[in-house]
């Protein structure tokens, strides 16, 4: 357990509908990463904020945004879901920008 | 622009033996040489990881090789074990500005009795 959390462990929903996915990070960590798992793309880094604020983007669809909130949980929201947007989608933290990053459970998300 | 190659794509090791991952980048501003473990259903888990300046790191049954002049670094399992049997990526990062990751495209290890 890496002590990140993730909820929901899963989620179905139809295209077209918007969905927020939820992190927490381990205790003390600062910097909240977003990753996208796909068959075809591999793990690809979406976002990270540090301590509430962004601080690089990856390869992050203009329909996909995220933010990180005073106590330091984050959230990714998705809009406008498409079915090629199905994926596993992970949060990762590290107690600073530059530290070990330390993964959640992931959320699977499949858009019908 | 695939910024790291991960070879093999699969690999088969019987149980007692050796096995190895490579993977090579591209960039010399890399910093850090993470490996990952990940079972199926399950988040990515940190293995093990190296920085430029040492040419390996043991940790238990798993090193890190790391070839700075051939911009290339290799997992090696001692003593594979079926528990062993996952999904391995490496990853790089930059050492300016974003502490993003870039992962490679990953290795599924199959350790058979």
């Known amino acids: 357990d890496s002590g990140v959390t993730q909820t929901p462990k899963h989620l179905i929903t139809a295209t077209g509908q918007r969905v927020t996915l939820r992190c927490s990070p381990r205790?003390?960590?600062?910097?909240v990463y977003w990753y996208q798992q796909s068959l075809d793309q591999g793990l690809q880094f979406l976002i990270q904020y540090y301590n509430g604020e962004e601080r690089a983007k990856g390869n992050i669809l203009e329909r996909f945004s995220a933010q990180q909130f005073p106590d330091l949980h984050s959230e990714l929201n998705l809009s406008s879901l498409e079915l090629g947007d199905s994926a596993l989608y992970f949060c990762?933290?590290?107690?600073?920008?530059?530290?070990?990053?330390?993964f959640g459970p992931g959320t699977r998300l499949t858009v019908l | 622009q695939q910024q790291v190659k991960q070879s093999p794509q699969s690999l088969i090791v019987q149980k007692g033996g050796i096995s190895i991952i490579n993977c090579a980048y591209e960039n010399t501003a890399f910093d850090y040489f993470p490996w990952y473990q990940q079972f199926p259903g399950k988040g990515p888990a940190l293995l093990i990881a190296i920085r430029p300046d040492v040419s390996e790191k043991k940790e238990g049954r798993f090193t890190i090789s790391f070839n700075k002049s051939a911009k290339q670094f290799s997992l090696h399992i001692m003593d594979s074990q079926p528990g062993d049997s996952a999904t391995y990526f490496c990853a790089v990062r930059s050492g300016a500005g974003s502490y993003q990751l870039t992962f490679g495209k990953g290795t599924k290890l199959s350790v058979i009795p």
């Open positions: 990762a933290s590290s107690v600073e920008g530059k530290g070990e990053q330390f």
């Open positions: 205790s003390g960590d600062l910097s």
